[in-house]
């Protein structure tokens, strides 16, 4: 009672707590939703706290409980009665309810509830007691209805007896006192349960508690005590169970177990065996000793005076007949024992009601003989317990209960009625404001669905309006609490509108686009298959949610240019309106036969969509590049400010979230094509076409990774790009660690370099990630070799991987492998560290490629950073493999940071060559005479011969036919200029001239002129300055010769005059170079001189009629002259190597 109690003062205090939030939800004018969260909120923190609290004590609970009760599971076990735990359950119910469908279409529905017309008792007592022999014999007038044999033996569960007068269960001993305690005790209250949900207004009439005989003279007082408190526990639950005060009649079964019974019992008249043997207590006195001693003397008394009339009725009498009453007093004892425990009220329970004292017997010997007749068994039953029927009360604490109800009914309900208030109040402000603006909305909003003259776009957006007046009207009814539009407007307004949508979406929207699909694919565009194709496949899958609601597929939105590439005058932002306008269509659309037949025309038109393309899957890749996910760039890795023309790029449908979306599209594509065997292999074919594209994708990329070296623009952004490598900023290192999470989802494909780069990953987790931090930790790795924590497991990993990439390879100790090659690791950073602390020094630069060009065969010659780095990559190259053909892209990359670093330096060499010609040869030549270059630049000790040999030796070499050259080491040269190459290349074959005197033999040959000029030249003169005289060759046309001596030291200009008419023609070939320049205008012996050759002298000439002048000679020895016009410079150029 006191937990009704606590029950009704929860259910007020949540009632008021409810009325409180509620109505101050509303004073504050805010919506009722808002008060309805702060309870949802209270409530649920309320709710976590109990079923926490709960949680504990029934964890605490079932702890003890499964330390007591046996670990056999009773369910998964046959017990003794040869079922297991469910079957037993299945039979009592089916039992059960096999009575009470029986009763209900027997006769006694004419007299009203067949479930109440006759009295109902149930028999109880341990097993053996003799409850289903005492019903058997009891000779009672049973119906033919089928409901079990009854055969002989115990009862299994339940047995009913359905005789004239009433309805008797008969139970299985072991619910009064268990066998098994879990297993019985459940049953028990299953039948109860049973009884009180098919019998709640008299439940139960009586109950016949049974006890044998033979047990209240023979068992010990604790084996009648325990007895008698395993039947009240039973009997305790059911009075709590059906809240009634059952009257119990106690009966004395096996009374032919009483010494002298039997042979009494032959001197009964046959009358007298159907009557009651027993006594009915009419007192409502709780003293049952008394009643039971009351009851066991007014037997006696009866046997007594019954004896006399049954010794006057025969001659010779049993001494049973005198013995009898005195054998029976004996029971009285075990009897007390029996009641005191099984009846008898205490402090803690209430006590049944005991009603009476009875005694039957079903079995007693005649002559020696079993004799089966059930003897004061018939008029128990038909005449005895059905008068009691009223006598049925209920417990006091039913009753308090009940008027506990009446009590706290009207408090209840006036609480609900103020929160009811509150709560309309609220909803009507609620639906007020949501009315308003809907009509707020739409009020001005004109949706005219019969005009057949709207454009594409508008019939777009004349449904998405239509539509989201739908969803506002919806959204309003759905929150309705008391639903006002339905109770008002009568039909289902929503409804009708969404009818008219689905027809106008369909007759005006959908039917133009889908009867010309084919046609539309015909004529589509290569670039708009994949927005065509992904648009069908979407919208089919849209259509087989809606045809298949239990599937777990998630529909995905239609592409915002679906309707576009069908229909170019549709605008954007209609076009992106159709995917919400559709998939609404497919939700809100009752004809799930239209839909089908939907569904197949879109899966024809994606199968001819699909033939159209013969193949090719370049439409699924365009598909997922449309989706926005970012493509791999080289920018992501390398820093630099110039902008690279046709950069390597990896498109976002070869990254991870490009692969995600392809999967689940390609799902979409396989759900889209359940039914078309031909489509969904298409997804196969697929599967090895993009591994193919991925793989390649990244591996090209690999490829030309090396070109972002090429975005820097300047020396800074190269020293910034150097201090990198030795960090984890490293782009190489950060390429090979994207690619190996990039490609892990074709880990299974033995792709280019796969096992290399997996195995760095796994040393990157050891090794250190700065080089310019020093040492790694050596003692740390091999601690986290030793542990089997997360590290551990991750070095076995690479144990693995580092087995597969040295297969082959001669091996050692997996832990001394690892540390070995995470010290080469470490050390190659450090050596990269190295390289950019020292990138400012230009002769370090210099020093590093000279050595690289000197031996080319062996890179980690030397002392430099450089080497040491080349150093690092031998050793792990001694670990892991040299580079072949299938680890190409892994050393490429790997050792990318030594060439980027040659690449600077190679640029800061060249640097560091210009300074060295600038101070050590063009400072040496300035201010120098003319005459005196060659001998200085190029002569046997010129400081140009001294330049190369001591400079730039290493990175130029002499080709046949072709001279010096720049040397290429692993496609790799200096920057020399070419200007430079070609006076190396011209003064090697003019070396001979310097210092050295040449004599050039000319004879004279006549001078002309045109026939008919009116003037012809006389005398021509060649003069050759030098330094110790003039040189003369005087010509008046007449053979003559002269021998010309000429030095590059000591000559200088050359003079040629011409005497013609009264002009002198003056030709100037100036510098040290005059001869030569003289000797190149006529190294075929002859020159002729137009008037143009003469500008100052130009007019007279023609006045004279002279249109040229043609001069001859025959020249010997010109040619060392002539070639050193080329062979030996006099100037030299500024730049002579490249720098930045």
Known sequence: MRTFFRILAWIFILLLISGVVLSITYLLDRPLIEGGYALAGIFSIWLAIIMIRKAIIRYRAKAQVKSLLNSESPDDQHD????????????????????????????????????????????????????????????????????????????????????????????????????????????????????????????LNGLVLVVAANRLLNCSEDELLEEGRQVRNSINRMMEKLEVKVPVYLMVTKSDLIPGFSEWAQYIPDELKNQAMGYLNESE?????????????????????????MMEQTDSPSDALLTLPKTMEDLRSGLHTFIRTALQGNAYQEAPRFRGLYFSSSIHSEDGKTVRDGMFLHDFFTKILPPDRGLLVSLPSAVRFRRAVRKYALGISGALTFVSAVALTGLYNQDSTFLSEIETNFSGTVINTNDDSQSASMRLDTAHRLKSMIESMQAYKDQEYIPWSSLMAGNDQVAILKQKYIDYVHNSILLEYDNSIKRTIDDLEEKNTSVLAGGLVRRINVLQKRLNPESEFEIQPIGNDYIIVQDNSVGDEESILFSDIYISYVDWSQSLIGLEEEKKRLQAALLHLIKQNHGDYSWIIQWANAQGFDPVQLKSFWGGSIKLVDAPEISSAYTLPGYEFIQEFLTEFKMANTDDKQLSDIQQDFNQYYQRKYINAWTDFADRFDEGKQKQRDRKEWTVLLDRMATADNPYFTLLQTMHDQLAPFSDVDYQSRDKIAFFTEIQSYSISDGRKGKGGGKLLKKALGKLGKVGKLAKKGMKIHKKATKGQKGGDDGSALEDAVKAADAYKQALAEVAFKADSRSQSLSTITTLFQTPDSPEAGNGPLASAWVSVKELQALIGKPISTTRIFWKLYMGPIYAAYDYMQRESSCAIQDRWEDNVLASIDGVAKNNLGNLLVGEEGVLWNFLDTEVSPFVKKQFKKGYVRANIEQRSLGLTETFLDVLNQSAAGAFVVGNQFTVSMNALPSGTNSDAKVSPYATFIDLHCSDGTQTMANYNYPTQHDFNWALETCGDTTLRIEIGQLTLLKEYLGVKGFGKFLLDFQDGRRIFTVDDFPNQKAQLINNGVRYIDVSYEINGQRPVIQMLDTVPLELPQLAAYCW
């Open 285 to 309: 006195s709780g003293d049952y000793d008394s009643i039971a001693d009351t009851a066991l003397d007014s037997v006696l008394d009866r046997l007594k005076e019954v004896r006399l009339l």
């Open 80 to 203: 003794d009665l040869g079922m297991t735990s469910s079957e037993l359950k299945k039979s009592l119910s089916g039992r059960w309810y096999q009575t009470i469908r029986a009763l209900k279409r027997s006769q006694l529905k004419f007299q009203g509830d067949p479930l109440y017309v006759l009295p109902w008792y149930m028999i109880f007592g341990r097993p053996t007691s003799g409850k289903s022999t005492s019903l058997r014999n009891a000779k009672l007038l049973l119906p033919s209805i089928d409901l079990s044999s009854k055969e002989e033996g115990s009862t299994l569960n339940l047995e009913w007896w359905l005789h004239e007068e009433g309805i008797i269960i008969d139970t299985a001993g072991r619910y009064a006192v268990p066998d098994k305690l879990e297993r019985d005790r459940k049953e028990w209250n299953q039948i109860l349960s049973m009884l009180s949900r098919h019998k709640q207004k008299e439940p």
